[in-house]
């Protein structure tokens, strides 16, 4: 028989225990161990059977063991001392209030959008590393006080927990989840009524949502939920699950993320007092509505006054877009009829233009679909930064986004990167940090994790071999148990009867190299791969005297076959009685057995084709414990891979990595970097893990262990990526907006007539006559030519545009690689043909092929980069033009 209706009844707290409740709802706690600590002193087994969750143990803990809590002077004293303790974290200055005596003040306030958050397993709002690294941030946020409000949406379902029938097939089921069982508090008005927001649909429909609010340290986190009395049966769903659903399904998600998250600020700050964001930060492109709303806020202010351009160049200017997504099939594309339908007629946005929204949108480029509409297009249009995740990935995303910038070389296209970073508190074992806080200070190693500092991580390297050892040994011995107890109840939901899992406690062993390999499961990174050649690997695993084991863990998407089979077959192989010891699968990887398996792996796994991993956090979070990586040279190990912190798994080819999987090519090189793979783990990794001197240790591996801990310790931190953040983005993001908003946006309509000005015009701008004097005789290194360059300016003046002289070494196709800049100086007014002379001098300052072009850029103050307007002119061939290559 089934309830007709679910509620929770929660636990009345004694008046002395009330800080218990503020200390639940803070989730904080998720990342401070004396505050965990605390809450598994309330009652160990309540914490363990709640899966440490402290809102559902007030809720389940006996009200006799209260009442005894309540007369305990000692826990009284560490729950006042506790509750302090968070009361000096939330009100006290920290990184961020120290920048602000600056000339420039940083941004009063950040609104981060992302559409899934990890902050902690008891609030699974998330699927994967898009969401962990958005969890990451918002802590790295709180610890260094950067004034952050946090967006989402609330899925009453989040994503699916997985489990494996006896065929190894993946299972999901989503459980419902309670709100009142989780961290999480309604927004109400003064009334008391719950805030909510609304969206018109097509049909004179209304998609009403409630905003729940989770308290992450400092950080507020607004959740918006669909699943409200107000709505339809079929708009109650819009938030029942992460990624689930069609495209409209998803297109109403990512209006109600973006544009009802921009309410949902405004009420906030309006019912709080918290400041009003200045910038807008959106993680991917299932936010990009943010900008369209904003758009509509400055048309529809008669206080304002904005026409849709000058709202747009406002809203740029306080916009920063990050990609995360390597190849344009990641991107969510949507048919432009459907955009249409939902923003004209009866869900139009007053003041913003259906045929404004989809020009936002659209592939306009050589190759694009005119019949779709593309969130990531339109993110970048509506940014005036942006950003990819690593070095490698900011590469890429210039080259994936060129067709957005035609005329401009991909190195030159406004996409620049910020490597992801880390939270250290989440991730990092408490036994590691125990051990560095004893050489180095608590005090210090707290501000190392915090801030990514690297002098705070000096120290580290007196650590004794012996000590690290022991760590290490300690911490695969955790993983070893851990993984039998999530074996065996694997086995179990499979259909196993108790009998036949004797194995089960000898799965694993403590003293054996331990590789792990935990992801999400596409097929490009590539989960089967250590399976291409099945005997290599049992051998591997089996050897004498140098075994190997394995921990892998992943999910595949509910509608992704293919990702499933190749968990089945991943699964079918360490079924084997063979090699079952020394190989397991463990299903529902998630952030509690993630806080297992990084600091008990000795060796992080990861073996993507090259360059699809935009970043690829997980085997930062195993760096910060002391693991070893072993990764093809993809996101971040890319640009961090020093020889000594891990090893390189070579890979077949330089190409782009997007291969037809049941090409050739690709059989191909997967068969070459699997290889590889083995090659590296028996002659290499193993090798050297085995090596012990007499007094037992591995003296050599201890000290890739130690270098790991010092030189990536502070690199691999989300406080080193948030500071970068504030730095490179936040701050100038926020002064360019302040400088447009002024004196009811003086400037934004400047800048919108300008740009409207020199778009008009540009199709007269040409570059008619190039000189070079001295290109006919040989040229020395350190000589100097003498550039003049006649130009066609049209309508337009010398001050709105720079001529530049593009200039470096060139390839056979007479390619300019390593390219210099440099401006010329118009001299005079416009000749009788209305022509513009300029002139400078071209330093020669390479041997060897060298070239140079002219160019002519639009040129604004308050242009964040030259090729913002997406504007240039080159010389046209013609017979009466010096040649620009000098050999």
């Keep these: ?91 006290g200055p920290r990184w961020y209030q120290a920048q602000q005596g600056g000339p420039t003040p940083p941004p009063a306030a950040i609104a981060y959008f992302s559409p899934e958050y990890g902050i902690a397993a008891a609030l699974p709002q998330y699927s994967g590393g898009l969401g962990i690294l958005a969890g990451d941030h918002l802590k790295a946020a709180s610890d260094l006080g950067v004034p952050i409000i946090g967006v989402g949406l609330f899925y009453r379902h989040g994503y699916f927990r997985q489990s494996l029938d006896r065929d190894g097939w993946q299972q999901e089921r989503y459980p419902l989840l309670d709100p009142d069982e989780l961290a999480v508090s309604l927004l109400r008005e003064a009334d008391g009524a719950p805030a909510r927001v609304d969206l018109a649909l097509p049909g004179g429909r209304t998609l009403a949502a409630r905003i729940w609010k989770a ?122 009829e459907l955009v249409a339908r939902h923003f004209g007629g009866e869900g139009a946005l007053p003041g913003v233009p259906v045929e404004q929204v989809l020009a936002l949108g659209a592939e306009s480029w050589p190759g694009g679909d005119p019949e779709l509409f593309n969130m990531a ?57 125990r051990l560095g806080a004893a050489e180095i200070g ?20 007196r650590i004794g071999n012996t000590e690290v050892w022991e760590l290490r040994r300690s911490l695969r011995a955790q993983l070893v148990d851990e993984a039998r107890r999530r074996l065996r109840a694997s086995w179990r939901q499979r259909g196993a009867g108790e009998a036949e899992l004797g194995w089960v406690s000898s799965a694993l ?69 063979a090699v079952r010891h020394r190989i397991v699968f463990l299903p529902d990887y998630d952030m509690a057995m993630a806080r297992h398996l990084y600091p008990g792996c000795d060796v992080w796994l990861n073996n993507p084709l090259r360059p699809l991993e935009a970043c690829g956090t997980s085997g930062m979070k195993a760096a910060l414990n002391g693991c070893l990586n072993l990764s093809v040279l993809d996101g971040w190990w890319d640009e961090w891979f020093d020889g000594q912190n891990g090893w390189a798994i070579p890979t077949a080819d330089e190409g782009d990595g997007v291969l037809d999987p049941d090409s050739g090519e690709a059989e191909r090189r997967d068969d070459i970097e699997a290889a590889a793979l083995y090659d590296l783990i028996e002659h290499q990794v193993a090798a050297r893990f085995y090596d012990r001197d007499g007094d037992g240790l591995p003296h050599r591996w201890i000290a890739m262990v130690r270098h790991t801990l010092v030189t990536l310790g502070p690199k691999v931190l989300a406080g080193r990526m948030v500071r970068e953040y504030v730095e490179r983005l936040y701050a100038p993001g926020a002064l360019a907006q302040r400088e447009l908003a002024a004196g009811r946006h003086t400037g934004a309509r400047e800048l919108a007539r300008w740009k409207a000005k020199v778009r008009e015009a540009w199709p007269a701008v040409r570059v008619e006559h190039v000189e070079a004097e001295g290109t006919g005789e040989a040229q020395e290194l350190g000589g100097a030519l003498a550039l003049r360059v006649q130009v066609a300016l049209g309508a337009l003046e010398p001050g709105d545009v720079e001529v530049q002289v593009v200039s470096g ?79």
């Design 1 to 91: 028989m089934k309830a007709i209706r679910r509620f929770t009844v929660r636990t009345v707290l004694p008046e002395q225990l009330q800080p218990l409740h503020e200390l639940a709802l803070n989730l904080r706690w998720s990342w401070h161990p004396e505050t965990r600590d605390l809450f598994r002193s309330v009652d160990p087994e309540v914490w363990a059977a709640t899966g440490e969750d402290p809102v559902r143990l007030l809720g389940e803990v006996p009200a006799a063991r209260l009442a005894a809590l309540a007369a305990d002077r000692r826990f009284l004293r560490r729950l006042g001392d506790l509750a302090d303790d968070l009361h000096e974290y939330l009100t």
């Design 215 to 336: 308290q992450v340290g400092r950080v507020p986190l607004l959740l918006l939920d669909s699943d409200t009395e107000e709505n339809s049966p079929a708009e109650r769903d819009v938030t029942d699950r992460l990624y689930g659903g069609g495209s409209e399904h998803r297109l109403l998600q990512e209006m109600l993320l973006g544009i009802g998250g921009v309410r949902a600020v405004r009420a906030y700050c309006r019912l709080t007092g918290h400041p009003a964001p200045e910038v807008f930060h959106t993680n991917e492109g299932h936010a990009g509505f943010l900008g369209v709303e904003r758009i509509r806020e400055l048309v529809a202010d008669p206080a304002e006054g904005l026409d849709f351009a000058a709202a747009l160049e406002s809203v740029r200017a306080g916009t920063l877009f990050t990609t995360h997504t390597p190849v344009p099939a990641g991107i969510d594309r949507f048919d432009r």
């Design 377 to 433: 297009a339109m993110g970048l249009r509506l940014a005036q930064r942006a950003n990819g995740v690593s070095t490698l990935h900011g590469e890429v995303s210039r080259a994936m986004f060129n067709g957005l910038w035609p005329g401009f070389d991909p190195a030159e296209v406004p996409i620049t990167s910020v490597t992801n970073g880390v939270h250290a508190a989440t991730w990092i074992d408490p036994a590691v940090v």
């Design 442 to 461: 608590a005090d210090r190693a707290e501000e190392a994790m915090t801030t990514g500092e690297t002098q705070r991580w000096t120290g580290l390297e």
């Design 509 to 577: 062993d403590p003293d054996v190299l331990t590789i792990g390999f935990a992801r999400r499961v596409p097929s490009y990174k590539r989960l089967t791969l250590m399976l291409r050649d099945a005997d290599r690997l049992r051998a591997l695993l089996l050897h004498p005297t140098r075994p190997v084991q394995i921990v892998v863990a992943g999910k595949a998407h509910p509608a992704d076959d293919g990702g499933k089979r190749l968990i089945q077959r991943m699964v079918a192989f360490a079924d084997d009685p």
């Design 809 to 887: 070494r060139v390839d056979e196709a007479d390619g300019i690689s390593d390219a210099a800049v440099l401006a010329l100086k118009p001299v005079g007014g416009p000749d009788l043909d209305g022509r513009t002379r300029y002139e400078g001098s071209l330093e020669l300052d390479r041997t060897g092929p060298f070239g140079y072009t002219v160019r002519v850029l639009p040129s604004h103050p308050r242009l964040a980069s030259p090729a913002e307007p997406g504007l240039v002119a080159l010389p046209a061939e013609s017979a009466g033009m010096d040649a620009g290559l000098l050999r």
